[in-house]
């Protein structure tokens, strides 16, 4: 059970600058899964996150990787 102020996610860190954020984002919508919230890093190397819920975080992955789109678990960056 999460606690008051906590937001629990499934997050997915993908590619921005070659397009794979607007594919993935797209993907997502369209396959109805859970998008919480997400992130575009401003500095190097850029990168966008997108927070799914826990539920449809494995199904989202699947999606991703079917449709050849390149997705990392994130890592934190400095």
Same mark, same amino acid.
């Given at each position: 059970? $999460? #606690?008051? +102020?906590?937001?629990?996610?499934?997050p997915i860190r993908v590619e921005y600058m070659n397009g794979d954020y607007n594919k993935a984002y797209d993907l997502l *919508?369209?396959?109805?899964i859970g998008m919480v919230y997400k992130t575009v890093a401003s500095v190097e190397p850029y990168? $966008?996150?997108?927070?799914v819920n =826990? *539920?449809? +975080?494995? #199904? *989202?992955?699947? &999606? &991703?990787? #079917? *449709? +050849?789109? #390149?997705?990392? =678990? =994130?890592? =934190?960056f400095y």
């Open positions: 059970m $999460a #606690k008051v +102020g906590t937001i629990v996610t499934t *919508a369209k396959e109805k990168h $966008a996150t997108i927070h =826990p *539920a449809d +975080g494995e #199904k *989202a992955k699947q &999606l &991703l990787s #079917k *449709a +050849g789109i #390149k997705w990392y =678990p =994130p890592v =934190p």
